[in-house]
């Protein structure tokens, strides 16, 4: 059986110097932990404020807050390949859905697109409150699904300001329904790996989801012309809604990648091509960290 897992903001447990010593949650964590009756000699999984992950053993109660002592610890993993998903602005709890549910997959970053045929548009006070709605909610699923990280969300952006994030990455993935049946997930994910001499583990991959409607030309344009390794992908014949697919697509990469049981059988091919001369030149992987904060910076 899992432990509960909580993540800490602003505590690093290594630089705790009592054997015994308050767990800082935040107010809802608290809650949470109240909720779950934890009891003493129980055990959390805790990941600090630095990455780091430590199994705690719960001793007593302080003012609502677990006092533990440190039973393991373990270094911070390494980051292993990432997948960000670009999700066109859908309507109700649709974005809620794909959040929740692409988190316990795995995606590492969301941003919320407004595109051209989306019913929803958000500004202000109202995009704010969406997003800090959303950040809850992949964190609380980040806690259930065990991640070792709570996924970055951004603030809703427009198509133009999101293609403008994909410069570095290793590949994007613009699922389309007027993609061709030959644009196939896999080709797309093994190619640039191959052009890019990136490693599967290491791999920065972007998947975008249109909204209810789709995407228009026009985004697809924008998108395709953001990164040399953007390409148009098909995720089969069945016309899926947009919550399936901002789900099943980043599962389908991630798989590709490794990740969700499989090991990838195309590094050994890619490696061959390195050794033989096919591909000449390393582009680097770029890294999706920090990348929302640029952002908001450029818009205020």
């Known amino acids: 059986m899992s432990l509960p897992r909580f993540f800490l903001e602003n505590q690093v447990l290594s630089a705790e110097t009592e054997a015994v010593f308050p767990l800082r949650l935040s107010p809802d964590d608290a809650k949470h932990a109240k909720v779950l009756r934890l009891a003493r000699g129980e055990h959390v999984a805790v990941i600090d404020a630095a990455s780091d992950y430590f199994e705690c053993e719960i001793v007593d109660f302080s003012d609502s807050l677990p006092m533990v002592s440190v039973a393991r610890h373990e270094e911070a993993d390494a980051a292993g390949p990432q997948v960000m998903l670009l999700q066109g602005l859908a309507k109700g709890d649709k974005m809620e859905t794909v959040i929740r549910h692409a988190t316990e997959v795995g995606v590492v970053a969301f941003v919320p697109v407004s595109c051209k045929r989306s019913v929803v548009k958000l500004d202000g006070k109202k995009a704010a409150a969406k997003t800090e709605r959303w950040r809850a909610i992949a964190k609380s699923a980040a806690m259930q699904s065990g991640q070792p990280r709570i996924p970055e969300v951004s603030e809703p952006m427009s198509v133009r300001e999101a293609a403008a994030l994909l410069v570095g ?33 290491d791999a920065r991959i972007a998947v975008v989801v249109g909204p209810e ?79 929302f904060a640029d952002v908001g910076a450029d818009n205020e």
Not at 170 to 175: D, I
Not at 233 to 249: D, K, N
């Open 213 to 291: 409607g789709g995407l228009a030309s026009e985004e697809v344009d924008t998108l395709l012309a953001c990164n040399p390794q953007a390409s148009l992908v098909t995720l089969g014949p069945s016309i899926l809604r947009t919550e399936t697919a901002g789900i099943v697509a980043p599962a389908l990469v991630l798989y590709e990648l490794g990740g969700m049981g499989n090991t990838p059988a195309h590094d050994d091919a890619s490696a061959s091509a390195f050794e033989d001369g096919i591909i000449e030149a390393p582009l680097a992987a770029a890294s999706f960290a920090g990348m």
């Open 169 to 201: 990455a290793t590949a994007v993935l613009v699922c389309w329904e007027e993609a061709p049946g030959s644009a196939r997930l896999r080709d797309a994910v093994q190619g640039a790996l191959a052009v890019t001499r990136t490693p599967a583990a």
